[in-house]
């Protein structure tokens, strides 16, 4: 049970580039989510999943899309990178809880630098 | 809006010490509230949470939370901290009328060092 893992770990990008950041979770977790984490700023969602084919914003939107194929697998795509997206981006699991009780379980991290 | 407030950029502590690392949060309607603990280069691990119930939450690694909601507050606490107990420690909280996902408002984090 390998929980949530994140490819790449690490990665540089010129801006303007494009990128996609995988998350697999093998917990069979109907919600998925995707994070960035910047010093001082504590982790802020981006976007976030409640299962297979859905998506919906959170938090800090721009500049991201997302996509969730398969119930295991949630995307982050960058289409122009920009050096604001330079970050630690974390994808996180949970499966419902009653009234929103669940906890969500987190990947390693990515950490993504826009040149 | 949902907002959680960790007051103290970084605890310092004497390893065998008592620790506390502080956050208050506002809501609108009952706090879920959680702790997550990260290790340097890794990702967060959760400690423990308040759903409903005693205010006196267990967790993990020998963690205990208190939540006090006259102060709205939800403090993270060990009576004997450890050198291996240094991290950087994130309160969050979920507003209970959410309606689909666990959408977590997160502080800034607060970095605590235990020095032997």
């Known amino acids: 049970n390998a929980g949530v893992t994140q490819t790449p770990k690490f990665r540089v990008l010129k801006t303007g580039q494009s990128m996609t950041l995988l998350c697999a979770q093998d917990?069979?977790?109907?919600?998925m989510y995707w994070y960035r984490q910047d010093p001082g700023m504590g982790l802020r969602l981006i976007h976030y999943s409640v299962g297979e084919g859905t998506t919906a914003k959170g938090e800090v939107p721009d500049g991201y899309n997302v996509s969730r194929l398969k119930k295991q697998n949630f995307l982050l795509g960058l289409e122009s990178a920009a050096p604001s997206q330079t970050s630690v981006y974390f994808c996180a699991s949970s499966y419902p809880g009653l009234g929103g009780t669940d906890t969500q379980y987190f990947g390693p991290g990515t950490r993504l630098t826009v040149l | 809006a949902q907002s959680v407030a960790q007051p103290e950029d970084q605890v310092n502590v004497a390893e065998g010490n008592p620790l506390t690392v502080k956050c208050t949060y506002s809501?609108?309607?009952?706090?879920?509230l959680f702790w997550y603990v990260q290790y340097p280069n890794r990702g967060l691990q959760f400690l423990l949470k308040?759903?409903?119930?005693?205010?006196l939450v267990k967790g993990s690694y020998g963690f205990e939370a208190e939540f006090n909601k006259s102060q709205t507050s939800f403090h993270l606490k060990k009576p004997s901290a450890l050198v291996s107990d240094s991290a950087l420690y994130f309160c969050?909280?979920?507003?209970?009328?959410?309606?689909?996902?666990?959408?977590?408002?997160f502080g800034a984090g607060t970095i605590l060092r235990v020095k032997s």
């Open positions: 917990m069979n977790h109907e919600y």
């Open positions: 809501v609108s309607g009952n706090p879920y």
């Open positions: 969050a909280v979920r507003d209970s009328y959410m309606e689909y996902g666990n959408k977590l408002v």
């Open positions: 308040y759903i409903t119930g005693d205010n």
